[in-house]
């Protein structure tokens, strides 16, 4: 089992920045790939950003690509999602999976997920 636990998350004014952090522990051997995603209230769960286990691969979802950063180190077990140019639409509760294939997958397909850190951003 791996278990991911994310931090980071607050309130900002729009334009503000935050970084969030998911720490996994246990079987981490297991995890390849690291993402995140976010839902709003009401709305479903959005994909937001992928890397890949060297970090050499990294993906975005259009409505973040230019403002937000995905960031891995291995040795602290710790992936980060630095968020720039903050709006009051990326309010949302963000989480943190991990998934052992280095593929792109669906959000489904994730094998752990972690609890969720708050963003709210104001305008």
């Known amino acids: 089992q791996v278990q991911l636990v994310e931090s980071g998350g607050g309130l900002v004014q729009a334009g503000g920045s935050l970084r969030l952090s998911c720490a996994a522990s246990?079987?981490?051997?297991?995890?390849?790939?690291m993402g995140w995603f976010r839902q709003a209230p009401g709305k479903e769960r959005v994909f937001v950003a992928r890397i890949n286990w060297s970090g050499s691969s990294t993906l975005y979802a259009d409505s973040v690509k230019g403002r937000f950063t995905i960031s891995r180190d291995n040795a602290k077990n710790t992936v980060y999602l630095q968020m720039d140019s903050l709006k009051p639409e990326d309010t949302a509760v963000y989480y943190c999976?991990?998934?052992?294939?280095?593929?792109?997958?669906?959000?489904?397909?994730?094998?752990?997920w972690g609890q969720g850190t708050q963003v709210t951003v104001s305008s």
């Open positions: 999976a991990a998934v052992r294939t280095p593929f792109i997958v669906p959000a489904n397909d994730y094998d752990y």
């Open positions: 246990g079987r981490t051997f297991n995890i390849n790939t």
